[in-house]
Nanobody, 123 residues
Framework: QVQLVESGGGLVQAGGSLRLSCAAS????????MGWFRQAPGKEREFVAA????????DYADSVKGRFTISRDNAKNTVTLQMNSLKPEDTAVYYC????????????????WGQGTQVTVSS
């Protein structure tokens, strides 16, 4: 089992940057695919980025490609989402998630979820 805790959210102006971190408990962290999702008010939770167990394979939603970077440190049990050139439409609660499958965008394929961290981008 994996417990996930996100941090790093906050309020930033459009064009700015934020770095989200997700700390995981459990000795099997390195075996999980890790993903970031987000949910804006009144909208469904949507895929943002994912990274495989080794960090070699990554995937990004088209809306964030070229602006966001996902990375992981298996020695520290952490996964990070570096967000640059932020836009007001990036405003959402961001969730870290873990799954036992390969890199996937499907919400239902993720087994463990954090509580989320709020990101607000002002125009």
């Amino acid at each position: 089992q994996v417990q996930l805790v996100e941090s790093g959210g906050g309020l930033v102006q459009a064009g700015g940057s934020l770095r989200l971190s997700c700390a995981a408990s459990g000795r099997t962290f390195s075996s999980y695919t890790m993903g970031w999702f987000r949910q804006a008010p009144g909208k469904e939770r949507e895929f943002v980025a994912a990274i495989n167990w080794s960090g070699i394979i990554t995937d990004y939603a088209d809306s964030v490609k070229g602006r966001f970077t996902i990375s992981r440190d298996n020695a520290k049990n952490t996964v990070t989402l570096q967000m640059n050139s932020l836009k007001p439409e990036d405003t959402a609660v961001y969730y870290c998630a873990a799954c036992t499958r390969g890199v996937t965008r499907r919400v239902y394929e993720y087994d463990y979820w954090g509580q989320g961290t709020q990101v607000t981008v002002s125009s």
